[in-house]
């Protein structure tokens, strides 16, 4: 079919089409290309097939003879960045792209320093043996996954105990943990490790890998297992916040009511602690649509409170500190009002936010990378 249009109406419908192709160029090529060279920091040379990876994640990439990396198709908006190389200080670096294209980034590394203060003990040394249980035990967790998960190289943690009461550790190079339950190999570099008093905190950067499954049933058995680590997860609940489906993935949220705010004190109950009591008083529910915000960029959304929350997953039971609300429950502290995510539930700024609860108990048996994607 021909229609003819006047040379006015044609140059419309000209610059529409040139516009909308415009844009869909855009959509399709809106990522960063990240490119450079790793090499030592005092004399230049390259570091050949150093590790250059997406903390957190499965994607990354084996540097070249000669130091150079090429990381595709990654999303603008802040990228934590890690590179490492044996005998070489881990480097961690958030970077942030607002423009799609070609990026070229240098990393120099420094040599790796000796541990100090650190007791190291024979390998059949009881006390380490002990000790590496605790360890194995806090990092690993003690969920449904954990017998399948174990750590290959326990010689590379250096293990000490400090007078006050605290274990610590570091690693003198990555910690590698099997994962068979999600299949996954994860390269940890354990930067600290403190582990006192029933509670535990460790910090560093984090790569995943994949593990290739015997057959196909394994296949299908690891995805299995990442769903159910995924359900109830924080990585779920921030995805849920964002889709403002918060009752419809099984989570009730409450935000806290300033102190200023509040008209009424808490009811009393008799004997028990109920949330009902509290309700109106003391938190308010909330949806996810009141808690996020527009980010700058379209790959980003803030989440936005200026009090904790509290967050009950109600598709499992679980004690709690309320009698009438028996499912896992987690209080979300956010000391700068605010972090940044995305859509789909990855923590791209974290501004330090705390975790006390059932959603701090996450360890990496049950860990999924910030990659990791469900199925629509």
């Known amino acids: 079919m021909f229609i003819n249009l006047n040379p006015a109406r044609q140059f419309i419908l000209t610059a529409l089409i040139l516009a909308l192709t415009a844009a869909f160029c855009f959509a399709q090529d809106a990522t960063v290309t990240l490119t450079g060279t790793v090499t030592d920091e005092k004399t230049g040379k390259p570091l050949p097939f150093a590790n250059v990876f997406i903390n957190n994640s499965t994607i990354g990439t084996n540097a070249d003879g000669n130091g150079n990396y090429r990381l595709t198709n990654l ?65 690993l967790g003690t969920n449904q996954f954990a017998k399948l998960c174990r750590i290959v190289n326990p010689e590379v943690l250096k293990i000490y105990e400090e007078d006050n009461g605290h274990l610590t550790a570091q690693s003198t190079k990555p910690v590698i943990i099997e994962n068979n339950a999600l299949g996954y190999r994860i390269f940890q570099d354990l930067d600290d490790f403190d582990f006192f008093e029933g509670k535990v905190y460790y910090g560093g950067s984090t790569r995943f890998e994949l593990l290739v499954p015997k057959d196909d049933a394994q296949k299908k058995l690891w995805r ?56 109106h008083t003391r938190i308010e529910a909330v949806r996810g649509m009141r808690l996020i915000r527009p980010g700058e960029l379209e790959t980003e959304r803030l989440l936005v409170s200026g009090t904790p929350l509290e967050v009950f997953y109600t598709n499992k039971k679980s004690r709690s500190p309320y009698a009438d609300m028996p499912h896992p429950f987690t209080q979300i502290t956010f000391p700068n009002g605010y972090i940044v995510i995305t859509p789909q539930g990855w923590v791209s700024m974290p501004m330090g936010f705390e975790i006390a609860g059932d959603l701090g108990k996450d360890r990496f048996s049950s860990l999924l990378p910030a990659d990791w994607k469900r199925d629509d």
């Open 224 to 279: 299995a297992n990442q769903k159910v680590a995924y359900t109830g997860s924080m990585k779920h609940l921030l995805a849920s916040m964002v889709a403002d489906s918060l009752i419809e993935q099984g989570f009730k949220v409450y935000q806290v009511i300033p102190d200023s705010l509040r008209r009424f004190g808490v009811r009393q109950g008799y004997g028990n602690n109920l949330l009902s009591n509290h309700l």
């Open 75 to 139: 999303s603008i908006g802040n990228l934590e960045m890690g590179v490492s190389f044996l005998g070489y200080e881990t480097i961690r670096q958030t970077l942030r792209f607002e423009q799609p294209g070609v990026k070229k980034i240098m990393f120099k590394m420094k040599e790796g320093m000796a541990l100090q203060g650190v007791t190291v003990y024979a390998r059949k040394n009881k006390r380490r043996e002990k000790n590496l249980k605790i360890i194995t035990r806090e990092l």
